[in-house]
């Protein structure tokens, strides 16, 4: 049993690797703010939650499943939270870097 759980680990760990990647290749590629940033925040939500997934089933206690689970939520609330200051910025004509 324990194989098959390293083997989901690693499978979602990789899974959510590929997503950063996607979303950085987005980052780099794409020609505006708003299409960049949609490019990342989708892509980085996605793979933070695939690699949180993957690492709950290698956590002893469920403190450390509760830990896991708040980083993750806090994580999709900072990136809500900027990406809309972000869009607000770009459609009021302010320089996004």
């Known amino acids: 049993m324990s ?9 979602a760990v990789l899974a959510g ?4 990647l996607a979303g950085t290749v ?3 590629r794409f020609p505006d703010p708003l299409t960049r940033l949609h490019a990342l925040t989708k892509a980085d939500n996605l793979g933070l939650g695939l690699i949180v997934i993957g ?3 290698q956590v002893a206690w469920p403190l450390g ?5 708040a ?4 994580a999709l609330f900072a990136a ?3 990406s809309q200051l972000m869009a607000r910025a770009a459609r009021d ?3 996004v870097r």
């Open 3 to 11: 194989f098959v759980l390293d083997l989901f680990t690693m499978g």
């Open 17 to 20: 690797a590929l997503f950063f």
């Open 26 to 28: 987005g980052l780099l």
């Open 55 to 57: 690492l709950l089933p």
């Open 65 to 69: 499943a509760f830990k896991l689970i």
């Open 71 to 74: 980083i993750w939520l806090m």
């Open 80 to 82: 809500t939270t900027i």
């Open 93 to 95: 004509g302010e320089p």
